[in-house]
């Protein structure tokens, strides 16, 4: 029987690889509902050429715009959030990827796992934000929460059948951005198209300017915590420019497990597609012989202050790793705006840190509340940098 998927953010970079492996797997998956913010043209394509059971427009300004262009499919058409966590609850559904950027991804995860759903996780934030919750949530769900980063992937894949055997340390590889060997004058001259522009990834903005920033290795140390049950003293960052080794587990015999391949999101989506088992590809192969050195070394963690912020969260607790999401996404947006330098962007996430409130046990509307407060006091503070 085909696995039934559905894909929250279907037009974005990890949406559009997932198709690409359920396109090469025809006998094995099938699309059942697609998601997406605004992209009409892509997703109205996209309905067009799989047919699913339904589609969510998230911007119900763009309702009208899909439902007129699939009047003739037999594709159902909804618009909104709310839309969004009612569709990932349909019983038709076997799989959730959660492809969405940011925030934005969690309700819908959340809803997702709360109908027992399992899950393709994508969407690193929502363990970032509610990984206490949704973890224990999926528990008791019996849910699968199954890793696409890749190197939680990679990880994820050291890990099978080790079940009886402890961890003494997990590696997260990190290319290290455009800006690896930047001295901290140079970051102060750095402009949107040089963050932009990765060495190993194809990425949305949003993930690229964190790839740069390295909050998104931060973002990456929460969501291990969460996936592996590890604390912040097992967990180290490691560059590694080549992309090749996308992360290790060392055990406690001091051996590490490491899991290599080309920088291809499509492996991990696959293996989270058709785990427990490998499917045949036609991927590109990697080979030693083109990479006959591997580079390793410490991030610098004065320069790139975010990474050190998100371990500094994770230790604390509670709200502060919300906090911290949120002030990103502000200050991101701020400087693919122009509006703030790369240096401001750490500055005003310490800040923002300081001053929201601290909730030591956090519920779901405490977060959801911790959000807008600090998207608030983000926002202020971004605007006094002007």
Same mark, same amino acid.
């Given at each position: 029987?085909?696995?039934?998927?559905?894909?929250?953010?279907?037009?974005?970079?990890?949406?559009?690889?997932?198709?690409?492996?359920?396109?090469?797997?025809?006998?094995?998956?099938?699309?059942?509902?697609?998601?997406?913010?605004?992209?009409?043209?892509?997703?109205?394509?996209?309905?067009?050429?799989?047919?699913?059971?339904?589609?969510?427009?998230?911007?119900?300004?763009?309702?009208?715009?899909?439902?007129?262009?699939?009047?003739?499919?037999?594709?159902?058409?909804?618009?909104?959030?709310?839309?969004?966590?009612?569709?990932?609850?349909?019983?038709?559904?076997?799989?959730?990827?959660?492809?969405?950027?940011?925030?934005?991804?969690?309700?819908?995860?959340?809803?997702?796992?709360?109908?027992?759903?399992?899950?393709?996780?994508?969407?690193?934030?929502?363990?970032?934000?509610?990984?206490?919750?949704?973890?224990?949530?999926?528990?008791?769900?019996?849910?699968?929460?199954?890793?696409?980063?890749?190197?939680?992937?990679?990880?994820?894949?050291?890990?099978?059948?080790?079940?009886?055997?402890?961890?003494?340390?997990?590696?997260?590889?990190?290319?290290?951005?455009?800006?690896?060997?930047?001295?901290?004058?140079?970051?102060?001259?750095?402009?949107?198209?040089?963050?932009?522009?990765?060495?190993?990834?194809?990425?949305?903005?949003?993930?690229?300017?964190?790839?740069?920033?390295?909050?998104?290795?931060?973002?990456?140390?929460?969501?291990?915590?969460?996936?592996?049950?590890?604390?912040?003293?097992?967990?180290?960052?490691?560059?590694?420019?080549?992309?090749?080794?996308?992360?290790?587990?060392?055990?406690?015999?001091?051996?590490?497990?490491?899991?290599?391949?080309?920088?291809?999101?499509?492996?991990?989506?696959?293996?989270?597609?058709?785990?427990?088992?490998?499917?045949?590809?036609?991927?590109?192969?990697?080979?030693?012989?083109?990479?006959?050195?591997?580079?390793?070394?410490?991030?610098?963690?004065?320069?790139?202050?975010?990474?050190?912020?998100?371990?500094?969260?994770?230790?604390? #607790?509670?709200?502060?790793?919300?906090?911290? @999401? !949120?002030?990103?996404?502000? =200050?991101? /947006?701020?400087?693919? *705006?122009? %509006? $703030?330098?790369?240096?401001?962007?750490?500055?005003?996430?310490?800040?923002?840190?300081?001053?929201?409130?601290?909730?030591?046990?956090? #519920?779901?509307?405490?977060?959801?509340?911790? @959000? !807008?407060?600090?998207?608030? =006091?983000? /926002?202020?503070?971004? *605007?006094? %940098? $002007?």
């Amino acid at each position: 029987m085909k696995k039934r998927i559905a894909i929250l953010g279907s037009t974005g970079s990890i949406g559009t690889q997932s198709l690409d492996v359920i396109d090469q797997n025809p006998d094995m998956f099938e699309v059942e509902v697609l998601t997406a913010n605004n992209n009409v043209e892509l997703l109205v394509d996209q309905a067009k050429k799989y047919q699913p059971n339904a589609v969510v427009i998230a911007n119900k300004d763009n309702y009208k715009t899909v439902a007129d262009a699939l009047q003739n499919e037999p594709v159902k058409v909804f618009a909104g959030a709310e839309a969004l966590n009612q569709v990932v609850q349909m019983d038709s559904i076997d799989l959730v990827i959660t492809g969405m950027v940011g925030y934005s991804g969690l309700i819908p995860t959340w809803h997702a796992v709360k109908a027992g759903k399992n899950i393709a996780l994508a969407n690193k934030e929502t363990l970032v934000v509610a990984g206490e919750i949704i973890t224990k949530l999926a528990i008791e769900k019996q849910v699968d929460i199954l890793p696409v980063d890749s190197e939680h992937s990679a990880i994820f894949q050291c890990l099978t059948g080790e079940i009886a055997n402890p961890v003494e340390k997990i590696y997260l590889t990190c290319s290290g951005g455009p800006f690896r060997e930047k001295s901290k004058e140079d970051l102060g001259k750095v402009t949107v198209a040089d963050a932009l522009a990765h060495p190993n990834w194809d990425m949305g903005a949003k993930i690229t300017i964190d790839s740069a920033t390295l909050i998104n290795k931060g973002f990456e140390a929460i969501e291990a915590h969460w996936l592996f049950g590890l604390p912040s003293s097992k967990i180290e960052v490691i560059v590694h420019p080549q992309s090749i080794v996308h992360s290790m587990v060392q055990f406690e015999d001091g051996s590490i497990k490491a899991q290599l391949g080309l920088p291809d999101m499509r492996l991990p989506i696959q293996y989270a597609l058709g785990f427990p088992y490998r499917i045949k590809n036609d991927f590109p192969r990697f080979s030693f012989l083109d990479y006959p050195t591997l580079q390793f070394e410490q991030p610098n963690t004065k320069i790139f202050r975010n990474l050190a912020l998100a371990f500094e969260a994770l230790d604390a #607790g509670g709200n502060v790793p919300c906090v911290l @999401n !949120a002030a990103n996404e502000v =200050v991101v /947006q701020a400087f693919l *705006e122009g %509006k $703030i330098t790369f240096l401001q962007m750490p500055e005003i996430i310490e800040e923002t840190m300081e001053k929201v409130s601290f909730i030591e046990k956090p #519920g779901m509307e405490d977060l959801i509340q911790t @959000n !807008a407060e600090t998207r608030r =006091v983000a /926002q202020l503070l971004t *605007e006094n %940098k $002007i």
